[in-house]
């Protein structure tokens, strides 16, 4: 059973670009969340996605948005980033949606960002 | 955003000691979970609580579910040097989208 695959490792850019992550999911699981981690923090929720629909967003600003694909991987891409977007993101899959079920959540090992 | 009440914040401890840790919130949660980050790497799940008053535990873990459905502790027993590394715990409500809600984290040492 392959896990939860992120991609890429680590990336860096400048203020005001644009970036995109990528997310594949646990087999079996059908939901991927996508979190933000400063540094000496615990992860923030940005949004989740299940059946290729947003599902639930935290308190982040559009530029940050995300799709799913048929096979249930993800994107996560941010715009205009600014230097407050360094960060791990870690993204987190599920087998379970809507309809009830546990909240088990299984994460990648996270896209390091900088912004300079 | 909102947090966990996650305390301590770090433990120094001798190797075989026992560990405990908790977590409190303002908010009633109807899942309560325990992951341990390594440096570089994405939460590992450790425990996952559904029921209040439940006690579970995984090896030298274990993790209780509040009776307030408010909060959840952690507890390692005969602690050894690979138990290093940041301890969260992170809650979720009913039709949230099942969004986790995490603590700040335990850092926890381990001294030979």
């Known amino acids: 059973e392959t896990g939860v695959t992120q991609s890429p490792t680590h990336l860096i850019k400048t203020r005001g670009q644009q970036v995109t992550l990528r997310c594949s999911s646990q087999s079996g699981h059908n939901t991927v969340s996508w979190y933000q981690q400063a540094l000496g923090q615990g992860p923030q929720f940005i949004f989740q996605y299940y059946r290729e629909e947003e599902n639930g967003r935290g308190n982040f600003p559009p530029r940050f948005s995300g799709l799913q694909f048929p096979n249930y991987s993800s994107e996560l891409n941010v715009n205009a980033l600014e230097l407050d977007d360094s960060a791990l993101y870690l993204c987190a899959s599920s087998p379970w949606g809507l309809a009830g079920g546990r909240n088990e959540q299984f994460f990648g090992p996270g896209t390091r960002l900088t912004v300079l | 955003g909102q947090q966990l009440n996650q305390s301590p914040q770090s433990m120094f401890i001798q190797e075989g000691e026992d560990v405990s840790m908790n977590c409190t919130s303002s908010s009633i949660f109807n899942t309560w979970l325990w992951y341990k980050q390594d440096p570089g790497e994405g939460p590992v799940l450790l425990i996952a609580?559904?029921?209040?008053?439940e006690l579970t535990s995984n090896g030298r873990l274990t993790a209780q579910f509040g009776i307030t459905r408010k909060d959840s502790f952690l507890n390692i027993s005969a602690s050894i040097p690979s138990d290093v590394g940041i301890y969260f715990c992170?809650?979720?409500?009913?039709?949230?989208?099942?969004?986790?809600?995490f603590g700040s984290g335990t850092q926890l040492t381990v001294l030979p």
């Open positions: 609580l559904y029921k209040a008053g």
């Open positions: 992170a809650g979720a409500s009913s039709g949230s989208a099942r969004q986790l809600t």
